[in-house]
């Protein structure tokens, strides 16, 4: 499993309960800290790295990636998961609603773009459900 951004570990908790191996990657040196502190997980391997730099050609066969992407790195970061679809078996990923929904878009609506065809060209991309902005902290706007 390949968590990008665990932030403060609560998901990162329940990942290393069910999966063999956690990869966390986190660029934030703070959020690191504060992670190699209060995470006692044996088989969490936290790394101190930029999610668009990581090299996804060293993950194992099969990885399944978590992640909550923030806005401003979600298409870029899209696209480079999209390239490793040779190693990654399935993507679970919390995206902005306007991200997600140009994703599953369809063809002669507002959203279809170069971002709907490689996703739909490379995955079976859905929409699960929809969070509610009072579940986060801070509350996004």
């Keep these: 499993m390949l968590e990008i951004g665990p932030g403060r570990g609560i998901l990162t908790r329940a990942l290393c309960e ?4 956690v990869i966390a990657l986190e660029v934030d040196p703070h959020l690191v800290g504060y992670l ?5 997980c044996s088989n969490l391997n936290l790394r101190h790295s930029d999610a668009l730099r990581f090299a996804y050609d060293t993950l194992p066969d099969r990885t399944v990636v978590v992640a909550n992407l923030p806005y401003y790195i979600s298409t870029p970061l899209l696209f480079t998961l999209l390239e490793a679809t040779n190693r990654i078996s399935r993507m679970i ?3 902005q609603a306007e ?3 140009r994703i599953v878009a369809t063809p002669n609506t507002d959203g279809y773009g170069i971002l709907s065809v490689l996703t739909q060209y490379r995955a079976d991309a859905k ?9 986060f902290r801070p509350r996004p706007d």
């Design 18 to 21: 069910s999966a063999d191996t």
């Design 36 to 40: 190699n502190e209060t995470l006692t």
């Design 93 to 95: 990923l919390m995206l």
């Design 99 to 101: 991200v997600a929904e």
């Design 127 to 135: 929409i699960a459900f929809r969070v509610s902005k009072n579940c």
